[in-house]
């Protein structure tokens, strides 16, 4: 008998979820504004065509149309930080049924799943190093990006923008350091 392990999960430590609960607040469901999950244990809907193979030999063994819950978050191995989201943010039911509709082989799919009528938590942060490594999601950890939540939650929509282009700039101008030293 063969014993396959399909994804890894984890759940946030109690002391991690409480110190995104203080630095964040609570939703109007009662809900954390911020939580911490691990990417393989987030799962979000995605509809389209499938292929389902044999896992040994890699074969086809069929082909179908549906929904289904698949990891949300890339790389599965790492703590994400989330953000609640609530569900006016998504449009209407309306228009949200008309811009996630996929036409698959003639027939309507709905390819981000159902109206999040309750809301939903979307990704605001990866917890990893500054080259990508992992790191582990500690009481600190959570504490520190608990404080930028919080110094965040002060700055104007454009000062927010400027922060983001500026991580930008620097991010290109690292990459392009790293790939004239790998040319050189």
Sequence with gaps: MMIQVLRETHEAP???????????GSNRLGEP???????????DWIGGKWEDRDAASGALVREVIELRREPKYTPHDRWHIE????PESYGSPEAWRAET???????N??????????????HCFTVEG?????VQLTTAVARHI?????TSRGFSPARKKEAL??????????????????LS
């Design 101 to 107: 509709v996929e036409i698959v082989d003639g027939r």
């Design 33 to 43: 504004n911020y939580r911490a999950v691990w990417g393989g244990s987030r799962l």
């Design 165 to 182: 282009e500026e991580r930008s700039r620097r991010e290109e101008r690292e990459y392009d350091a790293w790939a004239e030293d790998a």
């Design 83 to 86: 953000r609640w989201m609530p």
């Design 14 to 24: 109690a002391a991690v979820a409480r110190e995104l609960a203080l630095a964040g």
């Design 146 to 150: 608990a404080r930028a939540i919080e």
């Design 109 to 122: 799919v709905a390819a981000l799943g159902p109206y999040p009528s309750r809301g939903d938590y979307e």
């Design 130 to 134: 500054p080259h990508g490594e992992f």
